[in-house]
Structure formats: structure tokens, C-alpha cells
């Protein structure tokens, strides 16, 4: 079993930045790849960003290359998603989620991960 809190969600303008972080717990952190979903009113949830065990492969959605950057600290259970250039359509509930079957791989399909956090908003004024 594998528990997830995401933190760091608000409100932000246009252009501005925010870090959010997502705390593990349960089965060891450094042996399970780590993504971020999210999830707009109305909309499917989709990928945003991947990485690895180790740190050393990442991936992102076209739609925020660039802009964002994850990242995790295997010593402290934690993988983060700093964001910045912020825009109002990446207003959205923002979901960590841990891929433990897929340590290596960076998998960007929702059904590839098998354990999720409650999310957290995000919203970018204009």
C-alpha cells in the first residue's frame, strides 16, 4: 500500500509560480516511478509530468514543457512539481500519483498508476 498527500495548491496570477509537493508513505518510495495528472471541471484527467526511481528520466506534457520541472527527494518520500509561467488553463485539481509497477519506465497513462492522492487545486487568474 502506498499513501499520498499532495500540498502546495492555491491561487496564483497569471505568470506567477507555485511548487507543489507530494509526501509518501507505505511501500519504499525509491522503487516506484512518480506522476502528476490533473484534472480541469468538465475534462478527463490527463498526464502532466513523469519521473523515474531514481530521479534520472523525466517526461512532460507538451503543454507544460518547459514551464514545468519534477523532481523528487528519494531521502525524504517526497516528489515535487515546481511550476512556473503560470497560465489559466492550467487551472486544475492537481494529482500525484506512484506507478509501482513501473520503476523504470515513464508511463503516462492513467491506468498505469496504481495508487493516487485527493488532490490539489490549483487556480491562475488572468
Known amino acids: 500500500q502506498v499513501q499520498l498527500v499532495e500540498s502546495g495548491g492555491g491561487l496564483v496570477q497569471a505568470g506567477g509560480s507555485l511548487r507543489l509537493s507530494c509526501a509518501a508513505s507505505?511501500?519504499?518510495?525509491?522503487?516506484?516511478?512518480m506522476g502528476w495528472f490533473r484534472q480541469a471541471p468538465g475534462k478527463e484527467r490527463e498526464f502532466v509530468a513523469v519521473?523515474?526511481?531514481?530521479?534520472?528520466?523525466?517526461k512532460y506534457a507538451d503543454s507544460v514543457k518547459g514551464r514545468f520541472t519534477i523532481s523528487r527527494d528519494n531521502a525524504k518520500n517526497t516528489v515535487y512539481l515546481e511550476m512556473n509561467s503560470l497560465k489559466p488553463e492550467d487551472t486544475a485539481v492537481y494529482y500525484c500519483?506512484?506507478?509501482?509497477?513501473?520503476?523504470?519506465?515513464?508511463?503516462?497513462?492513467?491506468?498505469?498508476?496504481?495508487?493516487w492522492g485527493q488532490g490539489t487545486q490549483v487556480t491562475v487568474s488572468s
Open positions: 519521473i523515474n526511481w531514481s530521479g534520472g528520466s523525466t
Open positions: 500519483a506512484a506507478a509501482t509497477r513501473w520503476p523504470t519506465e515513464l508511463r503516462i497513462g492513467v491506468q498505469s498508476y496504481n495508487y
Open positions: 507505505g511501500r519504499t518510495f525509491s522503487r516506484y516511478g
